[in-house]
C-alpha cells in the first residue's frame, strides 16, 4: 500500500462543535457520509445518538479540534464562538475552520481577519435550511465565503449537507446573502398574511386561496430578472409597470382592505415608498426605482 496516496473524501475526518438541532443535524450528515467524526457539547448526552452511529465524543474543545482536519463550530452566536474557541487557539492553527454559526457581515470579516491572524484557514458559512432538511441537496443550500483553499478542498464533504455555494473569498458575503434571502422570504409571507386575511373577510378559506397564490407568486418571479436589470443598471426609464401605473394598484388595495376592515400596516410601506419617488419626480420609471428609497431613507 503506498502510504502517500491521498485520503479518499470520505476518510477526511471531521470535527463538529456544538449539537444543537442544527449541529446534530450536521455532525449525523458526516457520520452517514463515512467522515470519521468527532464531536463536542458542553452538555455531553447530546452527542449520544450521534456515538450510536459512530461518531466519537471528545471530552474537551482541544481534543476534538486535534482529532478534525475541517473544524466546524455550530452555536448560537459570535460570543459562544469566541468563549470555546479563544482558549484552544493553538490547537486551530494550521487547521480548516469553518463557522456555521449565525454572525453580522462585520463579525464574519473580523473573525477572519482574526483567523488569518492566527494561521487559521477560515471558512464562514450560512444555512437556508431547517435541520430536517440537512443532507438532502434539493432542499437544503449552503452559501460560503471566505477561504477558498478550505471549500476547495473539503466540497465533498460540504456537499453531504446540502448544495454548495461559494461566494468569495469575502466573509461577509455569506451573512449579507443569507439576509438579503430571509428579507425576500419574509416580505412575501407578509403579503401573502395580508391577502389571507382579505379574502378572509368574505369567508374565503387560506387553502382556497393558496390554491391561487402558489401559481400566481411562481409567476411573478419570472419578472425578478428584468427588474435586477433595471437595478444593475441603475437606469430605471420604461414604458411598462411604472411607479405611477403600480400607485394606483396599491392605493386600491389599501382602499378595499379598509373596507373590508383588515389593517394595512404591510401595503402601506409599500405605497409610501412609492409615493416617495413619485414625489421626486420618478413617477414614468420604473417599479424598481422603489431599491432607491429603500438605499437612502432619508432621501
Avoid at 470519521?36 to 479540534?65: C, F, H, M, Q, Y
Amino acid at each position: 500500500m503506498n502510504d502517500h496516496a491521498p485520503r479518499p473524501a470520505s476518510d477526511t475526518p471531521v470535527t463538529v462543535i456544538g449539537l444543537g438541532s442544527m449541529g446534530q443535524a450536521i455532525a449525523a450528515a458526516f457520520v452517514g457520509g463515512g467522515h470519521p467524526t468527532t464531536v463536542w457539547n458542553r452538555t455531553a448526552s447530546k452527542a449520544d445518538a450521534l456515538v450510536s452511529k459512530g461518531a466519537v465524543l471528545a471530552k474537551t474543545p482541544a481534543e476534538a479540534i486535534e482529532a478534525g482536519g475541517l473544524v466546524v463550530v455550530c452555536v448560537l452566536d459570535r460570543g459562544s464562538a469566541q468563549e470555546i474557541l479563544g482558549p484552544v487557539t493553538d490547537q486551530l492553527a494550521g487547521r480548516s475552520l469553518l463557522m456555521l454559526t449565525s454572525l453580522t457581515p462585520t463579525e464574519a470579516n473580523e473573525t477572519s481577519a482574526w483567523a488569518a491572524e492566527k494561521n487559521i484557514e477560515f471558512l464562514g458559512g450560512a444555512i437556508m435550511a431547517t435541520p430536517d432538511l440537512i443532507g438532502n441537496p434539493e432542499e437544503a443550500s449552503l452559501l460560503y465565503a471566505g477561504s477558498s483553499a478550505v471549500f476547495e478542498s473539503h466540497k465533498a464533504a460540504l456537499e453531504l449537507l446540502g448544495t454548495s455555494t461559494y461566494l468569495g473569498d469575502v466573509a461577509a458575503r455569506a451573512s449579507l446573502l443569507e439576509t438579503g434571502l430571509l428579507a425576500s422570504m419574509y416580505s412575501m409571507f407578509t403579503g401573502f398574511f395580508h391577502g389571507a386575511a382579505l379574502v378572509g373577510t368574505e369567508g374565503i378559506t387560506a387553502k382556497e386561496f393558496t390554491a391561487l397564490a402558489v401559481p400566481w407568486l411562481k409567476a411573478m418571479t419570472t419578472f425578478l430578472p428584468g427588474q435586477a436589470e433595471f437595478i444593475d443598471k441603475g437606469d430605471y426609464t420604461t414604458d411598462v409597470q411604472s411607479l405611477e401605473f403600480n400607485k394606483g394598484g396599491l392605493d386600491h388595495i389599501i382602499h378595499i382592505s379598509e373596507d373590508q376592515g383588515i389593517g394595512t400596516s404591510v401595503m402601506k410601506p409599500v405605497a409610501e415608498l412609492i409615493d416617495r419617488q413619485i414625489d421626486q419626480g420618478h413617477g414614468p420609471d420604473s417599479l424598481a426605482r422603489m431599491i432607491e428609497g429603500i438605499k437612502n431613507p432619508k432621501a
